[in-house]
């Protein structure tokens, strides 16, 4: 079988695989090189593009063959693309008619509209077969008239990676393309059956792919015009290359010898960013795990995140779900982290923690919000900095203890209000202070357009920027931070050139605000920094103010 083969992509969310725009995740590109390897014309559309504009359905009637790659396992919000919902997945599957239709990835292991849903495997009506465990292997098998279903087996897929690595030209937001670089797959937690609501155990033990294997396809991502990596297809990047064992100790060796390799592989890289990290890993193993974090800084780009799986605060919790980690080793792994990554380069922060709670877990009682809101608090009050906290409903997918054990419902106001709790008064201090007035952001790049515009940098959790001027999308430009909104910062572009802003911005300077803003425009133009001084007084963005 050969012809033109489509992929479309309907993303994927994992705990610890991202696949929604700007990301794109490694599945899609290796089972382009498969499709490839079979002299298939390989072209790529994603879910939005398809919604945005339906008749590209007659596109997808005259390939030859469709390949779906979908799979939300856990539940989160997304400003650069929406996954493909379960009726949308019918709807594809009985609506194009001609090409061969295959669907593949974490869908296989349930679907959930969202969180505090359970997950149920569906029967996935209107497709020819459902690409069984590893999409790639899967579909080279089926190909070669196989049972559709296979292994992960990096010596296949890796080849596939570096040939299906000029896919990510096709992606509509390329070249603000983030490449899911994967680095393992399986989790060592699952020694002993792993946390309750995780969906990582399913794939094993962990195999941890080879540098060489990962080098290659970056520099083959890098000759396609890959500017922007994350290491984060793996549970536990300071794990990478350890040992066997429920906590292995990291190799801080490995670890430098993976990021220095990326690095030579793609010198113009301007993002290199990381994803999952065991708290557990840091605490148990400390001066390795320091020795590893500082091989990553050494390598990575500014801005990082070193996102904790914490789950929860309460003793009972952690141990009725047999939890990585408990609250006091989750502590002082944010304090490992900040010491290690705490210092400034690019105006940021190296690498912060990021924390994900998760509720709705079994032996959840009122209580174990209070004891989450006073880690926060703890937190705050030592003086250490998170980028940020993520809060979701469990999503329980069958053959996880969660599905089966759960606490779902039963505490709804509670969770709205624990959410209030970290919005009103964690969230806001903690962007105070990682990103306190007169940041400047390098290279934000606005996805939505209006009269106050969203971009984000390319990133790990990038914070979200509004600017409250109309900008085009796929502008990329440089901002001062001048406020904080909840989860967001206001910032505007640089320089400010303040004898053109409009009223409606320049009560956005601080120094100004809604009081000055007429005073201001009485007097503007204004030759330079000190008669604008007379009028607005010192602020922290000075040095980025034109005159
Ligand atoms: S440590 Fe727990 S949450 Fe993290 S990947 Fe393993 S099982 Fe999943």
């Known amino acids: 079988m050969s012809g033109t083969a489509f992929i479309l992509d309907g993303y994927v969310d994992e705990p610890a695989c991202l696949g929604v725009p700007p990301y794109i995740s490694p599945y899609i590109r290796t089972v382009a090189g498969a499709l490839l390897e079979h002299h298939f014309t390989v072209r790529y559309l994603t879910i939005d593009q398809l919604r945005k504009e339906p008749l590209r359905t007659a596109d997808l009637n005259k390939a030859d063959l469709l390949v779906m790659i979908a799979g939300v ?87 596939w990676s570096i040939a299906g690595s000029s896919v990510i030209s096709q992606h509509p937001g390329y070249p603000f393309v983030m490449c899911e670089l994967e680095t393992a797959r399986g989790c060592s937690h699952g020694a002993t059956g792993g946390c309750s609501f995780c969906t990582e155990p399913f794939y094993g033990m962990p195999r941890y792919r080879g540098i060489a294997g990962i080098a290659a396809e970056v520099a083959a991502l890098h000759t396609h015009g890959a500017r922007h990596f994350r290491v984060g297809r793996q549970p536990d990047i300071l794990a990478y290359g350890a040992g066997a064992g429920e906590y292995p100790a990291p190799e ?46 050494r390598h990575h780009s500014s801005g990082d995140v070193a996102a904790f799986g914490m789950e929860t605060a309460d003793p009972a919790v952690v141990a ?37 709670f998760v509720c709705g877990l079994a032996g959840e009682t009122e209580k174990t919000y209070e004891l989450n809101e006073q880690f926060l608090d703890r937190v705050l009050k030592a003086g250490l900095s998170i980028r940020r906290v993520n809060i979701r409903q469990v999503m329980p997918f069958e053959g996880t203890p969660a599905f089966t054990s759960n606490t779902l419902g039963r505490h709804d106001r509670r969770f709205r209000q624990f959410k209030e709790f970290v919005r009103t008064r964690i969230d806001l201090p903690m962007l105070q202070m990682v990103f306190p007035i007169g940041t400047v952001l390098r290279d934000v790049l606005v996805e939505v357009s209006g009269d ?92 980025v103010l034109q005159f």
Request: aromatic residues 6%; without cysteine; hydrophobic residues 40%.
């Open 73 to 159: 396992t856990v539940p989160g919000k997304y400003l650069g693309g929406t996954p493909v919902t379960l009726t949308e997945i019918q709807q594809v599957g009985h609506m194009v008619h001609g090409p061969r239709k295959l669907i593949g990835g974490p869908v296989g292991f349930g679907y959930a509209a969202e969180g505090g849903q359970q997950a149920i495997r569906q029967v996935i009506s209107g497709f020819d077969a459902l690409l069984a465990g590893e999409p790639a292997v899967a579909l080279d098998n089926y190909l070669r008239g196989n049972d559709p279903a296979g292994l992960l087996d990096y010596t296949r897929t890796d080849p």
């Open 252 to 297: 801080p060796a490995k670890v430098e010898a993976l990021f220095s390799a990326i690095r030579a592989a793609a010198p113009d890289l301007k993002t290199l960013h990381i994803d999952n990290t065991n708290p557990a890993t840091i605490t148990r193993h400390e001066e390795k795990a320091r020795e590893a974090l500082r091989a990553i800084i």
């Open 320 to 356: 009725a779900n047999n939890l990585k980690a408990n609250a006091d080793e989750v502590f002082r792994a944010i304090e490992i982290v900040n010491e290690e990554g705490g210092k400034r380069r690019d105006n940021v922060p190296e690498l912060l923690p990021g924390i994900n």
């Open 452 to 543: 106050l515009s969203f971009g984000r940098q390319m990133g790990s959790y990038p914070i979200l920027v509004g600017v409250p001027l109309r900008l085009p999308v796929r502008t990329v430009t440089d901002v001062v931070v001048v406020d904080w909104g909840m989860r967001s910062v206001t910032a505007l572009p640089v320089p400010v050139r303040i004898n053109e802003l409009p009223a409606s911005v320049l009560r956005w300077l601080p120094g100004i605000g809604k009081k000055k803003v007429a005073a201001v425009i009485a007097k503007r133009p204004f030759r330079d920094i000190e008669a604008y001084r007379k009028v607005a007084g010192k602020s922290a963005i000075d040095a």
